[in-house]
């Protein structure tokens, strides 16, 4: 029981020793020295209240500005509109000549035809077969059937009663041959000049796809070239961005493009053009048609109307019709049907710079009996030439 006893006391001891431990700790620890407290406290004001009448404070001077000493804002001068600058006009090259220099483009793509030619005649013995191979050389280049029994028979008489075929020989037998059949006697001048007081007036015709409304527009350069002014009748009103297409080729040489609504009537628009030249004292009005497809018969009646209101000015001086040459016979339908519908005065062969089928000049004349007038041998702007037959043939058959 004492032992008990004993060990409580001590117990007790312990705690109470350990808690003044803790308190003396505690006093140790020093706080932060208290701020004195201020002598003036601040007081804030309540809100003035306005006061009227008899209770109105005295109004203080104080010091104010005129209007002219008060500064406005900067205000942003408007920006200014886009200048659009007039294209620059161009000078397309003359015409004279023209063939000639782009005879090595002709030839690079032609003389397939007359290196062939000149192979097979240069044989030593020109038997049947030869002569059929001839013929067969002849049909490819689309020269046509009639046009090919022609040379061949005219070849044959020549060579039989020459003898001797020496290369320069046959060359040079060979160009006469080619020349007589492209018809030399042709008149090839475009005709831009009306009898009358009045501009020269060309109305150029032909399916989608020939490059039509192209040769419009070079066809300008050519006649600007030659120093005459132009007015341009936009009448393809069907096919989308043809009057747009027409009107940047007159503007580069500065001539002036007649246009109306797109689906509207094109021989409205081709009498307003003819009109506008007239007025303008202008050397040549080119109308450009739709590209009238020769299997839609109310689309070429159109075209027949085309015609004839224009006329209500004048007659036509010139109508152009624009064919592929790279769809060879079926370019020779086309051209009969147009024939039928308007007076075909010539003939425009485009893209005879990617085919080796130049026969087609041939077939095509003999078909319609009017002549090719031009032809085109490229994409740039001044290759639209007129045709030569002597530059052609030689461009065919080489040097």
Known sequence: MELILAVVIALVVAVAVTSGLVISGRKKKQLPPAEPPSTTPTIT???????????????????????EEVDLPATEA????????????????????????????????????GKGLLTLLSREHLDEDTWEEIEDTLL???????????????LRERVKVLGTRTPDELRGLLREELIALLGPDFDRSVRTESPQD??????????NGTGKTTT?????????????????GAADTFRAAAADQLQTWGERVGARTVRGPEGGDPASIAFDAVKEGIAEKADVVLIDTAGRLHTKTGLMDELGKVKRVVEKHGPLDEILLVLDATTGQNGLIQARVFAEVVDITGIVLTKLDGTAKGGIVIAVQRELGVP???IG?????????????GAFVDALIGD
């Not at 004001?45 to 209007?67: F, I, N, S």
């Not at 886009?82 to 030839?107: M, W």
């Not at 009045?198 to 399916?207: A, L």
């Not at 041998?377 to 037959?389: I, R």
């Open 216 to 232: 419009t527009g070079k066809l300008a350069r050519v006649l600007v070239a030659d120093g005459k002014s132009v007015v341009l």
């Open 78 to 113: 408007p920006a200014a509109e886009p200048v659009v600058e007039a294209p620059a006009i161009e000078v397309p090259e003359p015409t004279a000549g023209r063939l000639v220099r782009l005879r090595a483009r002709l030839a690079r793509s032609q003389n397939s035809l």
């Open 198 to 207: 009045t501009p020269g007036v060309v109305m150029v015709v032909g399916v």
């Open 372 to 374: 090719v007038k031009l």
């Open 377 to 389: 041998l490229g994409e740039g702007p001044d290759d639209l030439a007129p045709f030569e037959p």
């Open 140 to 154: 490819t280049a689309d020269v046509g059937v009639a046009p090919t029994q022609e040379l061949v028979e005219a």
């Open 45 to 67: 004001a309540p809100p003035a209240e306005p006061h009227v009448g008899d209770e109105a404070e005295t109004p203080r001077e104080e010091p104010r500005r005129t209007v």
